[in-house]
C-alpha cells in the first residue's frame, strides 16, 4: 500500500511492521514525531509493544538493553546530543551483542544550538560496535528497519539507522508499505539462544577478566566481518519480496565513470542529479553512495573505484583536527590496493543547504584539479 | 579451564572464542566467585522474634535472602555484610557478629 508521508513516520511505521515489541524513548526534536507516532500507535492498540517513558537517553537505551536481553524485539529513536548522552549505553548493548534497531535523526551538534542536518552526532559513535546505516529516502528508512532486525538478531549487533533532520525528517514522500502478512514471513519473531530467564537464569554483563575479555572482543569482529553477507543476502531477500534492492554501497553510473564523487544520505540522491547533468555535459561522473559505514564495505567498495582516475567525497561531518570521516574511511581502504587521487570536500554543515550547483562545482574542482586534496571546505564563508 | 555454564549444562572446556558464548554471558563466574567471602560482619537473623514481613528481603541488594519454607534465609555463599536488612528491620530481629571465628 503506497502512503504520502514524513521520513520520519517512515522509521514508525518501519518499526511498527517489525512488530517491535518495548519502545523506550525520549523526545527531542527532530526525532520527536517517530515516537510521538509510536506512542498513538500502541495506544489505539495497533501495535502489542510496552512504550515506557524515560527520563532521559541514556535510561532509554538502558530500557532496550534490558527488553533485549529479556528476548524482546527492542527500539529507540533519538538525534544528535540524546544520542551521545546514550554514549555508554551503546557500548553496553554492542559488546552485550543485543540485536536492537535505532533511528537517528542526523542533527549538528550543539553549540551552536542547531537542529538541523549534520552526521557528527552518529559519526562519533562510530566505534561503539553498533552497525550503522545512512539512508538517502523515506522509503529506505522504513526498508532498513525491517532489515535491519533481521540481520542484527542473525549476527548479534545493533544497528542504527541515520537520516538527515528536515530533508528527510520532515519532507512529504511516497512510501510502498509491505503487506504484514509478507513482513511476518520475512521477519519472524526474535529467539535468542541467550536471554534473561527466570526459570534458567544467567548472570550477564558479569566479570570478564583478561582471560576472556579480548576473545569477546574478537568474537565482535567476526561478527561484523560476518554481517557484510548477511546485509546483502538480507537485502536481496527483501527484494524477492518487495522489488526495493538495498546493499552496502549503491553506486549510481559508475561502470564507465573516470571520476567518481563519495556521498552518503541526501547529499547522495541530490548527488544522482548533478551526476546525470554532468553527463549530459559530456563529463564521465558517477556516485557512490556509502549505505553501511560499519562493516565497511571495503571489498565492494574497491571493486566500484578501483578502475577511475580521481575521487571526490563530500562530507556533511568533520573529524575537528584532521577530515571528513567518510574521506579518511575511503582513503584507508585506497592504502596498500590502489593509487586514486582523493579530494575531500566538507559540506553542508549544521544543515546548510547542498545544491545540485554545489556538487556540480565539487565535480568540476575535481576534474580540474589533478592534485589530492584532504580538506576542502565548501561553501565556506570567511 | 572447565566450567559449566548452567547447573544442568555438561561441563565446557574453554581453550578460545570457539568455545565462548557471543556475549559475557552464562559463563558460570557467579559460581565460582562466592562473593560472601568479602564480608566482614556475619548477619543472623533471630527467627523467634521474625513476624515474616520479608522486608529484609526486598531490601537486600544482592540479593542474598531467599524465602525458604515461608522464611527468610541468608545466603552466606553471597551476603557481603552490607547489614541493610538489620537497618531496616522493623522487628531488630537481625543482629550481627564478627566474622572470621
Redesign the interface.
Known sequence: MKKTMMGNYAASWGAQLARVQVIAAYPITPQTLIVEKLSDIVADGELDAKFIKVESEHSAMAACIGASATGARAYTATSAQGLALMHEMLHWAA????PIVMTNVNRAMAPGWSIWADQNDSLSQRDTGWMQIYASSAQEILDSTLIGYKVSEKV?LPTLISFDAFFLSHTMEVVDMPEIELIDKYLPPYKP??KMDVN?P???????DE???Y??R??MQ??MDEAVDVIKEDGKEYEKITGRAYSLIHPYRCEDADMILVTSGTIAETTNVAVDELRAEGKKVGNLRIRVIRPYPKKEILEVVKGVKKLAVIDRNISPGYSGIFSQELKSALYNEVDIPVRSYIAGLGGRDVKIEDIKDMANDTLKNDAPNDLIWKGVKI | MVIKFQNNDKPVRITGAKDMPPMPAALGSMRQNKTGSWRNVRPVIDYDKCIKCFICWKFCPEPAIKIVDELPVIDYDYCKGCLMCAEECPKDAIGFEKEGK
Open positions: 559488546l552485550a551483542r543485543l548479534l539462544e541467550y534458567d544467567r548472570s550477564f554483563g558479569a566479570l570478564t582471560q576472556y575479555y576473545e569477546f574478537y568474537k567476526k561478527a
